[in-house]
């Protein structure tokens, strides 16, 4: 299995960005590298996916290092209803393994 | 995009009976995966549906105790057999269509078994 190692948890207050980080040193080079998000009592919900250059979209921005070492998520204006578990995923292949993600709070 | 529905959202079942979980999508997809999340932890992956062949199962589950068929691109289903209170979990159904894209998610069938 690919493997990636985020912080447990971490805290933002509302409306300001937030960086959620990524360690995959064991990235080969045709690993794509996803983020996903899941709400209480939801299924999973894309957020962004890349593979060597940043990208951004209408929910957020990813970081890859040059490396592909280690990639950060970025929220820009962090809202109430981003308050959940976020997962940074290695697709090796069809597959997709969750790691342990990172509990993201946001305080009012 | 792609719309992923399960059925049933959630059961309550007694140990020793098996229960069939349904996932439709909106549309073909090259690849369906099921996973387990148990309360309070990440998803793990189960097995990966193949269309017309015997699904591939990850270390630690066998065919035995979750059967799976996928008749069609847009159908799978996943039976929990024989179960205990250890099953006890959210099964989520997930599609993927391959290469440069994402992968969708069902909203989950919560399983108790008493």
């Known amino acids: 299995d690919a493997k990636t190692t985020q912080p447990n948890s971490m805290e933002s207050n509302e409306e300001e960005p937030v960086h959620l980080p990524c360690n995959h040193s064991t990235i080969s080079g045709t690993d794509y590298i996803h983020w996903y998000r899941q709400l209480p009592s939801q299924g999973p919900e894309y957020v962004i996916h890349g593979l060597t250059s940043n990208v951004n979209n209408r929910m957020a921005s990813l970081a890859i290092a040059e490396d592909r070492k280690s990639s950060t998520l970025i929220l820009h204006r962090a809202t109430l209803r981003d308050a959940a578990v976020y997962y940074c995923?290695?697709?090796?292949?069809?597959?997709?393994?969750f790691g342990t993600g990172t509990s993201l709070t946001v305080i009012p | 995009s792609a719309v992923i529905s399960q059925k049933p959202s959630r059961d309550i079942c007694q140990r020793g009976t098996s229960l069939t979980i349904q996932c439709q999508v909106d549309?073909?997809?090259?690849?369906m995966f099921w996973y387990r999340q148990q309360p309070g932890q990440s998803l793990t992956l189960i097995a990966t549906?193949?269309?017309?062949?015997?699904?591939?199962?990850e270390s630690g589950f066998v065919i035995d105790k979750f059967p799976i068929s996928r008749p069609n691109l847009t159908f799978s289903t996943l039976t929990v057999s024989n179960m205990s209170p250890e099953d006890s979990s959210i099964y989520l159904c997930?599609?993927?269509?391959?290469?440069?894209?994402?992968?969708?998610f069902g909203q989950g069938t919560r399983l108790t078994v008493v």
């Open positions: 549309s073909q997809v090259t690849m």
């Open positions: 549906a193949n269309q017309g062949s015997e699904a591939t199962y």
């Open positions: 995923i290695l697709r090796a292949g069809n597959q997709f393994y």
């Open positions: 997930s599609a993927f269509r391959g290469t440069n894209t994402e992968a969708f």
